[in-house]
């Protein structure tokens, strides 16, 4: 199930079907900064033009510290089969993204890792990002 | 030369010499509309003009995306120096209009990426675009552009009949806030656009784009495209794209490094970690 699902992740990025983009990747995130974040989700905002949820991540010396993850808009994430109702408060949530330019505490979160082990693209096709 | 109906110069031995290089290099990247095949004929009104309606969609054909001079070799635009200083400034002091939430108008929503509505009536068209914009335009071919129209991201836009194409001649553009195409690329206020739109079967629509800017251009140049009709189902959504724009006070200026193929975007990313191995749930 989960390499159905990765295909489909790959499909949707390369077939040019969801091209709905917001803004240029390389004008918020920094290529050279990919992450692996493994946290807890604390907040979900299923909103325009781009989703944000935020997890709880505890750092190299044991302090919870929250991130905010922006994937693509929740049309385009729908119509992928991510669903607000696959992201509840509490559950363990893996994001593979990268950075914010500007060094805060922000990632693009392109393959998003749910709890029940789904492995889904939170990426803007579109917006000129790695794929 | 001659004066159009607002007594710019318009240049038609230029223009006819784009229009014939674009045709070339169209050619040669296999982008015809002929290579599109359906068997599905035009569909068309009660007045016999051909009905444009129809959710559309890009394809992979049209490269670069997001780039205004898709069709000039090397994607060189010719700005002046005027224009020059206008790239670099979006280059450099400004966030992408379209990122806050600012209409991205015409031509750059014929080139993005995002997929558009058309809804056609007798004397009026509508283009309706993701983010919740729309332009009605009159088709009237006794209208003429005003002498002096407020500016706007789409500006004062015609609409006329010349056999089966829909010809779209607009003027009056914001000269602030505006970036032509995805890329930064500027234009000015004394911009002229002129599409056509044709629809050589049921199931692609296409336009040749005219784009005359004089102040920020040394020559008109052109943009053509073709899209694909969506399925039946597909249709614009609410997109509401202040909603909760957190984004906007994270970007940068400009839209990042263009690459070597004239799209936005780095060169080389840092790949992600690898995707986790397999579990039973």
């Not at chain 1, 593979?96 to 805060?104: I, L, V, W």
């Not at chain 2, 060189?76 to 450099?92: D, I, M, Q, S």
């Not at chain 2, 209009?97 to 993005?112: D, M, T």
């Not at chain 2, 003429?144 to 609409?159: N, Q, W």
Request: proline share 8%; aromatic share 8%; charged share 25%.
């Amino acid at each position: 199930m989960k390499t159905l699902i990765l295909s489909a992740w790959i499909l949707a990025l390369s077939s040019g079907a969801t091209l709905l983009a917001h803004h240029s990747f390389a004008a918020e995130f920094d290529g050279s900064k990919a992450i692996r974040l493994n946290g807890t989700l604390a907040k979900v905002e299923w909103t325009n033009p781009h989703i944000y949820f935020y997890i709880d991540v505890k750092d190299e010396s044991g302090n919870v510290v929250r991130w905010t993850c922006e994937s693509g808009a929740p049309g385009a994430l729908s119509r992928r089969g991510w669903k607000r109702g696959d992201l509840k408060l509490g559950d363990p949530i893996v994001v593979d993204g990268y950075r914010a330019k500007n060094g805060s505490n922000m990632v693009d979160a392109r393959r998003v890792t749910l709890a029940d082990g789904r492995i889904v693209s939170g990426a803007s096709a579109g917006d000129g990002g790695p794929q | 030369m001659s004066r159009d109906s607002v007594g710019r110069v318009f240049r038609p031995a230029v223009i006819v010499a784009a229009l014939f290089a674009l045709s070339a290099l169209v050619v040669g990247q296999g982008l015809t509309v002929q290579d599109f095949k359906s068997n599905r004929p035009t569909p068309r009104m009660s007045n016999g003009k051909p009905d444009l309606s129809g959710y559309w969609k890009g394809t992979t054909d049209t490269k670069p995306g997001g780039n205004i001079g898709k069709d000039l070799p090397g994607w060189k635009l010719p700005l002046t120096p005027a224009g020059e200083a206008a790239l670099k400034h979006n280059l450099t002091a400004t966030i992408d209009p379209e990122s806050l939430c600012i209409i991205g108008g015409i031509p750059r929503h014929n080139a993005s990426g995002l997929p558009f509505e058309v809804l056609q009536g007798q004397n009026k068209i509508a283009f309706l675009y993701w983010y919740s914009y729309f332009r009605l335009i009159p088709i009237d071919p006794k209208r003429k552009h005003s002498d002096d129209p407020d500016p706007s991201f789409f500006g004062e836009e015609l609409g006329r009949w010349e056999g089966d194409t829909l010809v779209i001649d607009s003027i009056g553009f914001k000269d602030e806030k505006v970036w032509i195409d995805e890329n930064a690329n500027p234009h000015s206020d004394a911009l002229h656009v002129v599409e056509r739109w044709t629809r050589p079967d049921a199931d692609h629509i296409h336009v040749e784009t005219l784009i005359d800017d004089p102040k920020f251009y040394t020559k008109p140049f052109t943009y053509s495209r073709t899209w694909v009709l969506g399925k039946p189902d597909e249709e614009i959504q609410e997109y509401a794209c202040s909603e909760n724009n957190v984004d906007a006070a994270n970007l940068g200026f400009g839209p990042g490094p263009i690459r070597p193929d004239g799209t936005r975007g780095y060169i080389d990313p840092a790949p992600l970690p690898p995707p986790l191995p397999k579990t039973t749930k």
